[in-house]
């Protein structure tokens, strides 16, 4: 009579975890294609959201190297370098700095670069557009 208890609870306490597995699995590919549909639409690599690697936001980027978020695709380049290399060099392990710290200033570098990488090519595209395109002409010798 023992056997037949330890038995039914055997195989009851396999079919709960078998279904708990299956439910975090199906659980965990949603929310992979979910991630993969934001990143497909562009939804998840804005300021909003950060990249299916990880990735640190926008905002956080600004407030790791403490400069305002850029507005309206205008950004100022130099006082983020400025502060990049000298919040960079102040957490030198070296000179006692965090090597911690220093990882997570140079990923908001390239957050912001990442930001501001479609923001140049918009401007640059505009100057084009007003100038009017210009081929370059190269003379033979």
Same mark, same amino acid.
């Given at each position: *009579?023992?056997? +037949?208890?330890? @038995?039914?609870?055997?195989?009851?306490?396999?079919?709960?975890?078998?279904?708990?597995?299956?439910?975090?699995?199906?659980?965990?590919?949603?929310?992979?294609?979910?991630? +993969?549909?934001?990143?497909?639409?562009?939804?998840?690599?804005?300021?909003?959201?950060?990249?299916?690697?990880?990735? *640190?936001?926008?905002?956080?980027?600004?407030?790791? @190297?403490?400069?305002?978020?850029?507005?309206?695709?205008?950004?100022?380049? /130099?006082?983020?370098?400025?502060?990049?290399?000298?919040?960079?060099?102040?957490?030198?392990?070296?000179?006692?700095?965090?090597?911690?710290?220093?990882?997570?200033?140079?990923?908001?570098?390239?957050?912001?670069?990442?930001?501001?990488?479609? *923001?140049?090519?918009?401007? /640059?595209? /505009?100057?084009?557009?007003?100038?009017?395109?210009?081929?370059?002409?190269?003379?033979? +010798?």
């Amino acid at each position: *009579m023992a056997h +037949r208890f330890v @038995l039914t609870a055997f195989v009851t306490g396999s079919r709960i975890l078998g279904r708990s597995f299956v439910a975090a699995y199906k659980q965990a590919q949603a929310a992979s294609a979910y991630q +993969r549909a934001q990143a497909k639409s562009g939804n998840g690599g804005g300021s909003v959201g950060a990249s299916l690697s990880g990735g *640190m936001t926008l905002d956080e980027a600004c407030k790791v @190297l403490n400069v305002k978020p850029p507005a309206g695709g205008q950004a100022n380049v /130099e006082e983020v370098l400025e502060r990049y290399k000298r919040l960079f060099d102040a957490n030198d392990p070296q000179k006692g700095g965090s090597f911690y710290l220093q990882s997570k200033i140079v990923r908001a570098k390239e957050r912001f670069e990442r930001e501001l990488g479609p *923001m140049k090519e918009k401007i /640059e595209q /505009e100057a084009e557009a007003q100038e009017g395109w210009k081929p370059k002409v190269y003379k033979d +010798r």
